[in-house]
Every structure is written in structure tokens, then in C-alpha cells.
């Protein structure tokens, strides 16, 4: 049942084939293993179903500090993630275009889900019949999504693969699609790797749908001309990296989140050096501000209106690449 992953999966440093030691299996999936390396003998653990791909330590090099922090907030984040977002309806205009998003692409085949999360678009992808490849640094975030895929029966469709996404453990042109929703890859410090990396996993003819948060929204520019806060545009427009400050809903605690983010332009310039093609841009939240506190039951007539004028510009230019989150959709 799982040996569709075990023909996929390649050291995330040197890409050679893996060799598969099972301890412990059951129909489904390997709970315990080790995969192997022959020619950098690195050593890969599988614990509880999850495949542990993380490269050694030395080579995360100098950007190690970053990945433990990220990894630690995400797994606390793990915990009360899904409960955080439900009966917003901010967050549940979010989803419905991210599966807008993720439709246009015509999901099929095998397919990868870099920052899975909980597993929201994993879920959704299986049940559509793909197989899917959950993909996340943080372990708590994928004991989630395999504690889900139990309960709806569906773990002969899905891999969980904890690794980082300028690493990816996966042979080349294997994924007919590959998707990155919600800003998983603004997280990522090798950014440009990780989308070369898209791009050698991809098969000829397969398609992405990726969002992430941008950097030229519009609306950061208003809040701050409309504020005086000048001092912060400037500081906004000169970074292309900073930290986003996110509030866990059970504690109340801010924590600052390193992230890269992606200016438009640019982004579309790195997808074509990796040789893509049909690019096309789109954005949300480009007329509204996104409320993620939870204490919006409802929306009102004015945010309804602004929610209409964001479906009806998403993919028009100039409003395609000034919304809070741009998405992206290309083919290889
Ligand atoms: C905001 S969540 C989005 C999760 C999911 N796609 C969703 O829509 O709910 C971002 C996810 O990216 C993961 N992530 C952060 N940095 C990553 C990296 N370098 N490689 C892979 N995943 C990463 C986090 O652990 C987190 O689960
Ligand atoms: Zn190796």
C-alpha cells in the first residue's frame, strides 16, 4: 500500500535512492524505520508513520537558528491551530479562494503539499483521489493531519514527510502538481532553492498553485499614510525580510515569526529562470484587511462589498499583485 512513496522518496542532500529498513508496519504505513543513503550515509528515521527527512544539522549552516525557531512555533502553534481560525469568517473566504486556486489547477496524480499544516489542502487533495505527500518541517503539524486521515480512512492516499522545503527528499520529475498554500514558503530562508526544487520534483507538463504573503500590499501602505506611521513604510518597503507577528489564540502571546516577503515581480523573475511557463498572478485580500482575532462572527455589508470587488479584480491587473496574499499559478 505504501510503496508509492518508498519510489519516490531520495536524500534531501545528495538525491541519490534510499535504502528502507522496516521495524514495524501495518497495512497501511511504516510506523518505525530507518531509511538510508549509500553515498553520504545519512541516516533518516521513520517514527509513528512520519518519514523524518531533514537534512543533518551542518548543512542547514547558518540559517539553523531560524529552522528551530519556526519549528518550535509551529509545533506550539499545532496544538490549537485549527480551533484558532474556525467560524471566522475572514479565514473561511481565505479557504474558499485557496480552493479556487488549487481547482484551476485541475488536481491529479501524485501530488505534493509543501506546508501542510493540519493538513487542510492534503485532506481535500485525497479525497479529490490524488496521492498525496504531506510535507511539513514541524512533527506535531503532520501527527495532526495523520490523527485526520485515519479518522476519514484515508491514509492509503497519503505520506507525511517531515522536511524543509529547500530540501526536498523526492527523486526528480515525480509530482504531477505541486501546491504551497498560506504562506508556508515565506518561511522558508533559502526561498529561491525551494522553488528551483519545485521545479527538478515536477514532471514536464505539471502544473503549481502557490500563496504566499506579498509585499507590496496595498493595504499596508494605507494603514501606514493613513496612520503617519512613515517610519514603518519605509522600514516595510526597504525589507524584503522581517518578522511577522502572530498571536496564538490559546495563550494570547505574540511571537515574531521569520519571513521572507515575496515582492510580485520578483517572484514571477524566479519562476522563470526555473523554466516555467503560463505564469499567471493573482491576489486576495486586496481590498480588505484579514482578521484572524476570532471575533468576527459575521461580515458586514461594507466587508461583503469589499469581498465582491476582490473576487472581481483577483486576476486584473494592477489589483492581481497588490493583495495581502498573491497567488501564483504556472506550469512547467
Ligand atoms: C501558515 S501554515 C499553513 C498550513 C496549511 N497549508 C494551511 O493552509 O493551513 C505554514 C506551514 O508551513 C510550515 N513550514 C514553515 N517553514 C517550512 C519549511 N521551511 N519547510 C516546510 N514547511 C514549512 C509550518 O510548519 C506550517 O505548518
Ligand atoms: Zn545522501
Avoid at 520534483?201 to 500590499?217: E, F, P, Y
Avoid at 485580500?285 to 468576527?296: I, M, N, Q, S, V
Wanted: glycine share 4%; charged share 30%; proline share 3%.
Amino acid at each position: 500500500m505504501f510503496e508509492w512513496i518508498l519510489d519516490i522518496l531520495a536524500c534531501p542532500v545528495c538525491n541519490n535512492s534510499l535504502e528502507t529498513k522496516i521495524l514495524k508496519e501495518n497495512d497501511e504505513e511504516i510506523i518505525y524505520g530507518t531509511l538510508k543513503c549509500d553515498l553520504c550515509n545519512a541516516k533518516y528515521p521513520i517514527t509513528d508513520g512520519i518519514f523524518n527527512l531533514l537534512p543533518p544539522k551542518r548543512h542547514l549552516k547558518n540559517h539553523l537558528a531560524k529552522y528551530r525557531r519556526l519549528l518550535r512555533f509551529y509545533d506550539r502553534f499545532s496544538e490549537t491551530y485549527d480551533e484558532q481560525y474556525l467560524n471566522n469568517p475572514f479565514f473561511e473566504y481565505q479557504r474558499s479562494v485557496e480552493n479556487r486556486i488549487i481547482n484551476l489547477t485541475s488536481p491529479c496524480g501524485t501530488v505534493l503539499d509543501i506546508g501542510c499544516g493540519t493538513g487542510k489542502q492534503t485532506l481535500l487533495l485525497a479525497l479529490k483521489g490524488c496521492k498525496v505527500v504531506g510535507l511539513d518541517i514541524s512533527k506535531r503539524m503532520l501527527k495532526r493531519v495523520r490523527e485526520k486521515a485515519k479518522e476519514q480512512k484515508l491514509m492509503d492516499k497519503i505520506a507525511l514527510v517531515k522536511a524543509t522545503a529547500d530540501f526536498l527528499p523526492f527523486k526528480k520529475l515525480v509530482f504531477d502538481r505541486v501546491y504551497s498554500i498560506y504562506a508556508a514558503l515565506n518561511h522558508v530562508p533559502k526561498y529561491k532553492t525551494a522553488f528551483k526544487k519545485i521545479g527538478q520534483v515536477l514532471k514536464n507538463n505539471g502544473k503549481i498553485a502557490i500563496t504566499v504573503i506579498n509585499k507590496q500590499r496595498i493595504l499596508w501602505w494605507i494603514y501606514s499614510l493613513t496612520n503617519l506611521k512613515l517610519n514603518f513604510l519605509r522600514k516595510a518597503l526597504r525589507q524584503n525580510d522581517g518578522y511577522l507577528r502572530i498571536r496564538l489564540a490559546k495563550t494570547g502571546k505574540l511571537h515574531d515569526i521569520w519571513t521572507h516577503f515575496y515582492n510580485p515581480k520578483k517572484l514571477k523573475k524566479i519562476l522563470e529562470e526555473e523554466k516555467f511557463q503560463n505564469i499567471v498572478l493573482g491576489g486576495f485580500f486586496t481590498f480588505l484587511r484579514p482578521k484572524y482575532d476570532g471575533k468576527h462572527e459575521k461580515f458586514t455589508r461594507m466587508e461583503e462589498l469589499l469581498i465582491y470587488l476582490d473576487r472581481k479584480f483577483r486576476w486584473k491587473k494592477p489589483f492581481n499583485t497588490l493583495g495581502y496574499y498573491l497567488a501564483i499559478i504556472a506550469k512547467k
